[in-house]
């Protein structure tokens, strides 16, 4: 399995937030799940050529950062933001500002090894992933729900407890996604 495939599979679903209709990963949960699956993972907070950790225009500015997971870096570059996601003028920008736009950063340069990288789907994406990912987010309704709590039972699985981790109040909530998560778990 390639790394991509490893992150691609974790479900983030529960290590979310929203904020202003967004939806943000915690930082501190990914990089924790990119070092248990792969140890020797490394993330770069790029400096400019003044040694600062953000750059800038003279208007506004932004940080860059990298993940390095077996020898593959991806890098992102993002703008440090106010509250409703505009640029914060540079004279305004302060150190919390910029920690925070770092750690964004990281999450989402995390996102492109695949950890939790369909939060940022959207209206960026084709047609046929759009649908794929309305069908996947979609609830699994009773009929599947009832072959898998048979599934469930015969496997001695505590379905309160899944239904916990999955945090839905009943088996015919969980999405498609959840639901093949939980098959491949199952006949793994």
Known sequence: MSVFEKLNSINVNGHTEQKNGLTYLSWAWAWAEIKKAFPDAIYTIYENAGGWNYHTDGKTCWVKTGVT???LEHIEYLPVMDF???SIP???VTSTDVNKAIQRSLTKACARH???LYIYAGEDLPEDDKIRLEEENKPIGKKDATV???LL???NVNIPKLMEQYKVEALEKLTNRQY???LGKLNG
């Open 69 to 71: 997971i077996g020898g």
């Open 84 to 86: 409703k996601n505009k």
């Open 90 to 92: 540079l004279e305004s």
């Open 114 to 116: 695949g950890l939790g």
């Open 148 to 150: 898998l709590k048979s």
């Open 153 to 155: 039972e015969q496997k």
């Open 180 to 182: 093949a998560e939980i």
